[in-house]
């Protein structure tokens, strides 16, 4: 991705190419492989595009705004909602503020569940008794990504993130992918 400078516009669009993007293996959980799209800890949105092994299921947590969900491989679905129909290849799944649920993915999955998912506001993990033990959203997602990467050997690469407060002095604007 290269850097992009203007002059008080908007660029008419950003792109990552997911086929060239690492992932952090492992990402807080063995089994689960997080590529992070975008980050806007301004806006309060994230986008990350997760591989989970089969079988695998994540803490119970709670979202404080909406969940776009995209799945481009394998089964998965929410423990607390049994009669909803499984996420499959295909499915987009629209998750409202204040959603708490477990994600499982099915153990009979013979490959990787591939998702793709636009978090706006924070993740609340919680314990079993509904406390809350973590709280994931863009700036945590930024920090952890690139810690994990650099700690496995990977180059950090540009990627998408919000704007950043402050003043111009009427100079050119430049938008730098990677916040630096």
């Known amino acids: ?9 908007i660029p008419e669009s950003l792109h990552v190419d997911t086929n060239n993007f690492p992932y952090a293996r492992d990402f807080t959980t063995a089994g689960l492989d997080l590529m992070l799209l975008q980050a806007d800890v301004e806006g309060g949105m ?40 499984a996420n499959t290849p295909g ?56 810690a994990a990467l650099t700690a496995q050997g990977q180059g950090v690469p540009a990627f998408i993130q919000g704007g950043r407060a402050g003043y111009s002095a009427g100079r050119p604007i430049k938008l730098v992918a990677n916040g630096s």
């Open 1 to 9: 991705m290269k850097e992009q400078v203007h002059q008080g516009s």
């Open 46 to 85: 994230y986008a990350v595009r997760i591989k989970f092994q089969p079988g695998l299921q994540l803490p119970t947590h709670k979202h404080t705004g909406v969940v776009h969900a995209y799945t481009l491989a394998g089964s998965w679905r929410y423990l607390e909602y049994p009669d909803s129909p």
């Open 91 to 146: 499915s987009y799944l629209y998750e409202p503020p204040g959603s708490t649920h477990t994600l499982k993915i099915d153990d009979d999955n013979t490959g990787i569940t591939d998702v793709v998912f636009i978090i706006y506001g924070a993740m609340l993990i919680q314990d079993d008794a509904g406390n809350v033990v973590a709280v994931l959203d863009a700036q945590s997602h930024i920090d952890q990504w690139t």
